[in-house]
Nanobody, 122 residues
C-alpha cells in the first residue's frame, strides 16, 4: 500500500549528471528491496538497479555499471539514483518500484511510481 513518487528528471547534455529521488508514503517501503527501471520510446521497460532494505546489497544492469549509483536514506524514506556520465541512450522515463513480498528474481516488483523523464542530448 506504499505510494512512490519520483522526481529529479530533466534535460542534460551528454556527460552530465542527474540525481533521481523516489519518495515513499510510508515506512513499509523499506521492508523490501527497491529498484529503478526505465523505458525508452518504442522499447520494453528494463531493469536498471536495485537496493536491499539495508542498503548493503546493490545490483545494476551492465549498461549503467560504473556510472549509476543507487542508494537509500532511511531517515527520509527515500531511494536515489545518482546518474553520472550520462549518454543519449540513457534517455527514458525512469520508474521507481517496490515490493510487498520477497521475490526470487532481482527484477520482479509489485508496485510502481509515476515515472520521471530523463533526456540526454548529444
Amino acid at each position: 500500500q506504499v505510494q512512490l513518487v519520483e522526481s529529479g528528471g530533466g534535460l542534460v547534455q551528454t556527460g552530465g549528471s542527474l540525481r533521481l529521488s523516489c519518495a515513499a508514503s510510508g515506512r513499509a517501503f523499506s521492508s523490501y528491496r527497491t529498484a529503478w527501471f526505465r523505458q525508452a520510446p518504442g522499447k520494453e521497460r528494463e531493469f536498471v538497479a536495485t537496493i536491499s532494505p539495508s542498503g548493503g546489497s546493490t545490483y545494476y544492469t551492465d549498461s549503467v555499471k560504473g556510472r549509476f549509483t543507487i542508494s537509500r536514506d532511511s531517515a527520509k524514506n527515500t531511494v536515489y539514483l545518482q546518474m553520472n556520465s550520462l549518454k543519449p541512450e540513457d534517455t527514458a522515463v525512469y520508474y521507481c518500484a517496490g515490493r510487498t513480498s520477497f521475490k526470487a528474481r532481482l527484477d520482479e516488483y509489485d508496485y510502481w511510481g509515476q515515472g520521471t523523464q530523463v533526456t540526454v542530448s548529444s
